[in-house]
């Protein structure tokens, strides 16, 4: 329940941070490097500010299981959380409130988000094995779930120009897809043996 600081040049321990009263599974920097968000087993995501090392305001509450997965938009105006619970939801980047309502869709556990380069949309990865691309602005899934892999996902990302999205998987396979059309591009790579 216990996140560390640590300088990356050196490797000598910065902070230790206490706020959760669980396991901490993720976290993220603000684009800026001012914040720091984390999300939990606690079933809660904390907001702090790194120049005081306090949690900007109360706990994130609203996912009912543990939290997987975090990440803060380009911009840093919006933090989006993935949880077992099988929802997605967004916060205020800024003061850590809710904003909107839980984002439903996926099957099974949600275990990934990732923002496009530019905020325009979030990819999300699921034990479902599917993959979800969700316009932030409308909070609404754009087009047919991607499909292909056949175990959970465990990560996904934009590339840096945001025409592809990469995914991960408990198959032992990374794909890439076509972030416009949703489509698959070429075969899945295989090398990992796990």
């Known amino acids: 329940n216990v996140m560390r600081i640590w300088e990356a040049e050196t490797g000598h321990p910065v902070k230790k941070l206490k706020g959760h009263t669980k396991w901490v599974w993720c976290g993220a920097y603000s684009p800026d490097g001012t914040r720091l968000v984390s999300g939990s087993v606690d079933e809660t995501l904390r907001l702090w500010d790194i120049r005081s090392w306090h949690i900007i305001g109360k706990p994130m509450t609203g996912h009912t299981n543990w939290v997987k997965s975090v990440a803060f938009s380009p911009d840093g105006s919006l933090i989006v959380s993935a949880s077992y619970d099988r929802t997605i939801r967004f916060w205020n980047g800024f003061t850590g409130e809710a904003s909107g ?17 530019d905020g325009t949309l979030v990819a999300s990865g699921s034990v479902d094995s599917t993959i979800r691309i969700w316009d932030v602005q409308t909070r609404s899934t754009v087009g047919e779930p991607l499909r292909g892999h056949t175990g959970n996902i465990n990560s996904v990302a934009f590339s840096p120009d945001g025409r592809f999205i990469y995914s991960c998987s408990g198959d032992k396979t990374i794909r890439c897809w076509d972030a416009c059309t949703r489509s698959p591009i070429g075969t899945p790579l295989i090398s990992h043996t796990n």
Do not use: K, N, Q, R
Request: overall charge negative; some cysteine.
């Open 101 to 117: 309502e839980s984002l439903t869709g996926h099957e099974d556990d949600v275990l990934c988000v990732a923002f496009s380069p």
